[in-house]
Every structure is written in C-alpha cells, then in structure tokens.
Nanobody
Framework: QVQLVESGGGLVQAGGSLRLSCIAQ????????ISWFRQAPEKEREGVSC????????RYADSVVGRFTISRDRAKNTVYLQMDSLKSEDTAVYYC????????????????????WGQGTQVTVSS
C-alpha cells in the first residue's frame, strides 16, 4: 500500500554535497518516524539518521554528525537528507525507512522494526 522512493544519489567528489529525498506514495508520513540507513560493499547496514514524526527529534550516527542534516517537508510528504563534506567512506546504497510512531523521539532507531523500506539510491564519493 505504501512505497518509499529514494532519489538524489549519484557520483560526487570528496568534499562535495548531495541531497537525498525520500518520498512516500500512497500514504502520508505524518505519523511515522523516518530513518536513513546505508550499506556499503562488504559492510553491514548501518543507521545514519532519524527524524521523529513531529520533526522535533533528530539523531545522527557518529560518523556523519556535523555533516549530514535530516529534515522533512510535510506538504510534499518527503524527508530529506542533506549530505555535506562527503567522504569516500560515505559511499553506499542509502535507504529510507518508515516506522509508525505518532509520538516519541528517535532513541533506539537503529533497532526498530520498520514498516516500510525504500529500494535505495546509490551514493558514490570519489577521492
């Protein structure tokens, strides 16, 4: 019933920026916390960021804090991940995921059982 579609990935040089988008089709995301995960070749999937349903709580992995910013646009039913100062280590497939949580912060988001996942968008950072 719900599809999440990521976009905005591509090839960028180290130090550059990209903005990823996660748009929901079929249902509003207003009652969902939205997280970004990524998976690099030969590595496990890792949590990147999370924004609560209200937008009042935002969390970031230590590896991206200060460089990435998560936000949401309710009118467009879209969540964004602004990625600045990109490093080669950021190269991965990035996925967005939605978890029904009408209230509450993003604490523990890396361990949640998500209701929906997108198909991913490739981010490649060259040095």
């Amino acid at each position: 019933q719900v599809q999440l579609v990521e976009s905005g990935g591509g090839l960028v040089q180290a130090g550059g920026s990209l903005r990823l988008s996660c748009i929901a089709q079929g249902r509003t995301l207003s009652a969902y916390a939205i997280s970004w995960f990524r998976q690099a070749p030969e590595k496990e999937r890792e949590g990147v960021s999370c924004i609560s349903s209200s937008g009042g709580d935002r969390r970031y992995a230590d590896s991206v804090v200060g460089r990435f910013t998560i936000s949401r646009d309710r009118a467009k039913n879209t969540v964004y991940l602004q990625m600045d100062s990109l490093k080669s280590e950021d190269t991965a497939v990035y996925y967005c995921a939605a978890h029904w949580r009408s209230h509450g912060p993003c604490s523990g988001y890396v361990s949640w059982k998500y209701d929906y996942w997108g198909q991913g968008t490739q981010v490649t950072v060259s040095s």
